[in-house]
């Protein structure tokens, strides 16, 4: 079955950048939607399409894809941004959704 | 109100079955597919079936086929899964999520439910 790749965690100071990757085969031709969720929350959409944002997602949240590496981007990060952030895309050979294993963003 | 409602969670023992309901309401609940995604206690998100808008086409993640069924009545703006025998894995938090793209499976989840929780313990 198809598998997605996050890395567990990623320390940000705030107003810095974080990057998290979401690794896997051939994601570039697939379209790539990514999802925040802070404890005890749902999961809410926040970059879907590789790297279009819904609205009411501020402009410091991007993504981007290519090859084999989807990339979540939180500009100038703020202390609210701390929370779990999952891709996910759907499978056409397996006919399955799929999400990463998921990272966690922690705001020093 | 644009919302998802999820509801029918519980304490069941291993081996036994639970139905969970989703009542939407607010969009043409007909227009979408609809999917359940679950989370087990600490651990990150599985998407477990989906259901096109006419519930002529379903799907499924590996470890629940044969098992559990989705179903919709549009009638009554509900999404249903029928969870059959259950096993200590299946204990999570459901959500019941639509896919934003009207008619399409590749779409986002752009609307998630409160999350409904499964506790399969004997």
């Known amino acids: 079955s198809y598998e997605l790749t996050q890395p567990p965690s990623v320390s940000v100071a705030p107003g810095e950048t974080a990057r998290m990757t979401c690794e896997g085969e051939?994601?570039?031709?697939?379209?790539v939607h990514w999802y925040q969720q802070k404890p005890g929350q749902a999961p809410v959409m926040i970059i879907y399409y590789d790297a279009d944002r819904p609205s009411g997602i501020p402009e410091r949240f991007s993504g981007s894809n290519s090859e084999n590496t989807a990339t979540l981007t939180i500009s100038r990060v703020e202390a609210g941004d701390e929370a779990d952030y999952y891709c996910q895309v759907w499978d056409r050979l397996g006919d399955q959704n799929v999400f990463g294993t998921g990272t966690r963003v922690t705001v020093l | 109100e644009v919302q998802l409602v999820d509801s029918g969670g519980g304490l069941v023992h291993p081996g036994g079955s639970l139905r969970l309901s989703c009542a939407a309401s607010?969009?043409?609940?007909?227009?979408?597919?609809m999917n359940w995604v679950r989370q087990a206690p600490g651990k990150g998100l599985e998407w477990v079936a989906n259901?096109?808008?006419?519930?002529?086409?379903?799907y499924f993640v590996d470890s629940v086929k044969g098992r559990f069924i989705i179903s919709r009545d549009n009638a009554k703006n509900s999404l249903y899964l029928q969870m059959n025998r259950l096993s200590v894995e299946d204990t999570a938090v459901y959500y019941c999520?639509?896919?934003?793209?009207?008619?399409?499976?590749?779409?986002?989840?752009?609307?998630w439910g409160q999350g409904t929780m499964v506790t399969v313990s004997s």
């Open positions: 259901i096109k808008d006419d519930g002529s086409e379903r």
């Open positions: 607010g969009f043409n609940f007909f227009n979408y597919w």
């Open positions: 999520v639509r896919t934003a793209s009207v008619g399409s499976t590749t779409g986002a989840f752009d609307m």
């Open positions: 051939y994601i570039g031709h697939q379209s």
